[in-house]
């Protein structure tokens, strides 16, 4: 049962943007969603899931230094909805992105997440 609901992905060019949304598909998840901070990660080819920006519901805001400056991470509690808007593009940013919970003990299992690719 999947819990997390990640969109938006897509080939574009360097300098391009996308927006991604993640939905809390369940009752548990939206409640998480909506009390816990919650993340967005990716997972590029060969390479460990990292952490890309998080917020808490008072809209505080953290971001890993590759992303800082180009992406923005906000949270909709009310559509149960987190989202990235990713701008200036680059190719190190392809990966597979996903959300859930920032803290370990509050996340749901993995969904499919949603594939970025960015050429250069």
């Known amino acids: 049962q999947v819990q997390f609901v990640e969109s938006g992905g897509g080939s574009v060019q360097a300098g391009g943007s996308l927006r991604l949304s993640c939905v809390a598909s369940?009752?548990?998840?939206?409640?998480?969603?909506?009390?816990?901070?919650m993340a967005w990660y990716r997972q590029a080819p060969g390479k460990q899931r990292e952490l890309v920006a998080s917020?808490?519901?008072?809209?505080?805001?953290n971001y890993a230094d590759a992303v800082k400056g180009r992406f923005t991470i906000s949270r909709d509690n009310s559509k149960n909805t987190v989202y990235l808007q990713m701008n200036s593009l680059e190719s190190e940013d392809t990966a597979v992105y996903y959300c859930?919970?920032?803290?370990?003990?509050?996340?749901?299992?993995w969904g499919q997440g949603t594939r970025v690719t960015v050429s250069s």
């Open positions: 859930n919970a920032l803290t370990p003990t509050r996340q749901m299992p």
């Open positions: 369940s009752g548990i998840a939206r409640i998480t969603l909506s009390i816990y901070p």
């Open positions: 917020t808490d519901n008072r809209g505080s805001t």
